[in-house]
């Protein structure tokens, strides 16, 4: 199954990141300042996915971008980049597996966002389930950190450390205590 979507793709830490959201809310920015810190782009703007036979039987979906405008960036006031120009041809990838979504969208007042993260949603993309965050975007928000500390939580998820229900499990165990801490003259907490 083949389809295509809009957005970028970008190899991060060895994940492939699929930016998603509406034109216009950084994704190509997002993406040159990934690109700038190390990682690869795979697509910006119109990225190919094609379902195929991953590792042990598993439906994997790979993600590249149309030959015509590979290895290529458009970004709004300086117009188009050949990104191996100005990094080099490592800072590019023809093709790679779509392993994590994040769905750029504009914060909205009153919005119920992820704030735990017990367990990651998934989007159906030609016919593969792929983790997928939203992140609300506000004007100072670095969608490079939010998206670079994204792929590193995945891979700690795929390793069998979930941060989230770790702390949760040992709220529920009531271990809590913390020895560093004490009372000053006024019963508020000081670090002793």
């Excluded at 040159?32 to 990225?47: C, K, S």
């Excluded at 670095?142 to 390793?159: F, G, N, P």
């Amino acid at each position: 199954m083949k389809t295509q979507v809009h957005g970028v793709l970008v190899e991060v830490s060895g994940l492939g990141v699929l930016i998603t959201g509406p034109s216009g809310i950084g994704k190509s920015e997002c993406l040159l300042e990934l690109v700038r810190r190390g990682h690869r782009l795979v697509a910006d703007d119109v990225v190919r996915l094609e379902r195929c036979e991953g590792a042990e039987g598993q439906a994997a979906l790979m993600g590249s971008s149309p030959p015509s405008i590979r290895h290529h960036l458009e970004i709004r006031g300086i117009g188009l980049l050949c990104i191996p120009d100005l990094y080099g041809k490592e800072s590019v990838l023809d093709e790679h597996r779509v392993d994590l979504v994040c769905r750029l969208e504009k914060w909205r007042q009153g919005v119920q966002y992820e704030r735990v993260g017990l367990e990651r949603p998934c989007e159906d993309l030609a016919g593969v389930a792929i983790p997928t965050l939203v992140i609300p975007m506000r004007p100072a928000t670095s969608a490079a950190t939010v998206i670079e500390v994204a792929s590193r939580d995945e891979l700690q998820r795929r390793a069998g450390v979930n941060a989230a229900r770790r702390l949760d499990q040992r709220l529920q165990r009531g271990d809590f205590q913390d020895d560093a801490w004490g009372s000053d003259a006024d019963g508020g907490q000081v670090k002793t």
